[in-house]
């Protein structure tokens, strides 16, 4: 199982950019799917995250600006950020628990990331 990031890139503040996470490989079912970020000198942290239902839930920080969204059917999960801010800056990864069959358990996979930068 391999998860694939991409769109992240350099923005101004109160701009907007769409990340996407593809998952690929042997996958039965996937779980949750989220996206985490980590800025320099800091703990990774969550974002927010989606259930297979879609029910999504967010961290404080980014409630009303950020929008996670996915597709069953593809595997992918999206992350649609507006408004960003300087403190928006980090390198942002995607989760998901992926059962790669029906006789394996789930796991959690991790996609490579992807730099997100706001200037202010």
């Known amino acids: 199982v391999q998860l694939q990031a991409s769109g992240g890139g350099l923005v101004q503040a109160g701009g907007s950019l769409r990340l996407s996470c593809a998952a690929s490989?042997?996958?039965?079912?996937?779980?949750?799917m989220a996206w985490y970020r980590q800025a320099p000198g800091k703990q990774r942290e969550l974002v927010a995250g989606?259930?297979?239902?879609?029910?999504?839930n967010y961290a404080d920080s980014v409630k009303g600006r950020f929008t996670i969204s996915r597709d069953n059917a593809k595997n992918t999960v999206s992350l649609e950020m507006n408004n960003l801010k300087p403190e928006d800056t980090a390198v942002y990864y995607c989760k998901a628990t992926i059962a790669p069959s029906r006789f394996v358990s789930e796991y959690d996979f991790w996609g490579q990331g992807t730099q997100v930068t706001v200037s202010s």
């Open positions: 989606i259930t297979s239902g879609g029910y999504a």
């Open positions: 490989g042997s996958i039965f079912s996937v779980d949750v």
